[in-house]
C-alpha cells in the first residue's frame, strides 16, 4: 500500500505559478512511476504529467507542455509539479498518484494503482 499526500495548491493569479508536491509513504518509492492528473468540475479525469522510476523519462499532456515541470526526489519519496504561466483553464482538483507497472506516457490514464486525495488550484482571471 502506498499512501500519497498532495500540498502546494491554492489561489493564483493568471499568469502566476505554484509549486506542487506529493509525499509518498513507501521507502520503496523508485518502484512507481509518479503521475499528476487533474478533474475540474464537469469533466474527466485527464492525465497532465508523468515521470519515470529514476526521472529520466517525462510525459506532458499537451495543454502544458512548456508551462508545467515535473521532477522527482527519491531521496525523500516526494515528486513534484512546478506550473508557470497558469490559465484559468488550469483550474482543478490535482491528483498525484503512483503505479508500479505502467509505463510513462498517456496510457496512464487508463488507470493507476495509487491515488492522493487531491488538491485544489484555483487560477483566477
Known amino acids: 500500500q502506498v499512501q500519497l499526500v498532495e500540498s502546494g495548491g491554492g489561489l493564483v493569479q493568471a499568469g502566476g505559478s505554484l509549486r506542487l508536491s506529493c509525499a509518498a509513504s513507501?521507502?520503496?518509492?523508485?518502484?512507481?512511476?509518479m503521475g499528476w492528473f487533474r478533474q475540474a468540475p464537469g469533466t474527466e479525469r485527464e492525465v497532465v504529467a508523468g515521470?519515470?522510476?529514476?526521472?529520466?523519462?517525462?510525459y506532458y499532456a499537451d495543454s502544458v507542455k512548456g508551462r508545467f515541470a515535473i521532477s522527482r526526489d527519491n531521496a525523500k519519496n516526494t515528486v513534484y509539479l512546478q506550473m508557470n504561466s497558469l490559465k484559468p483553464e488550469d483550474t482543478a482538483v490535482y491528483y498525484c498518484?503512483?503505479?508500479?507497472?505502467?509505463?510513462?506516457?498517456?496510457?496512464?490514464?487508463?488507470?493507476?494503482?495509487?491515488w492522493g486525495k487531491g488538491t485544489l488550484v484555483t487560477v483566477s482571471s
Open positions: 515521470i519515470s522510476r529514476t526521472g529520466v523519462s517525462k
Open positions: 498518484a503512483a503505479d508500479r507497472d505502467r509505463l510513462v506516457g498517456p496510457q496512464m490514464a487508463s488507470g493507476m494503482d495509487y
Open positions: 513507501r521507502r520503496s518509492f523508485t518502484n512507481y512511476i
